[in-house]
């Protein structure tokens, strides 16, 4: 018996239970990369929305300081 597409298919990341407000942000190639080349750095090899979540928060905390 021949696999159907859906065998294939990864199983899709869970939102979080907690939302907030939707921003959208357009980064040049360069910080992208920077970004990228932060969150492979991780454990847990976070997306790219969560690595500039994580990073937003590491920068509000280093201004406290």
Same mark, same amino acid.
């Given at each position: $018996?021949?696999?159907?597409? &859906? +065998?294939? $298919?990864?199983?899709?990341?869970? &939102?979080?239970?907690?939302?907030? +407000?939707? *921003?959208? %942000?357009? *980064?040049?190639? +360069?910080?992208? %990369? #920077?970004? +990228?080349?932060? &969150?492979?750095? /991780?454990?847990?090899?976070?997306?790219?929305?969560?690595a @500039?979540? &994580?990073? *937003?928060? @590491?920068?509000?905390?280093a #201004? #406290? /300081?």
């Open positions: $018996m021949a696999k159907t597409s &859906r +065998d294939n $298919m990864k199983t899709p990341k869970k &939102r979080p239970e907690q939302t907030g +407000d939707l *921003v959208g %942000v357009r *980064v040049q190639k +360069d910080l992208g %990369v #920077k970004i +990228d080349d932060w &969150r492979r750095h /991780q454990e847990d090899l976070p997306g790219r929305p969560e @500039i979540r &994580r990073l *937003v928060e @590491i920068g509000l905390k #201004k #406290k /300081q």
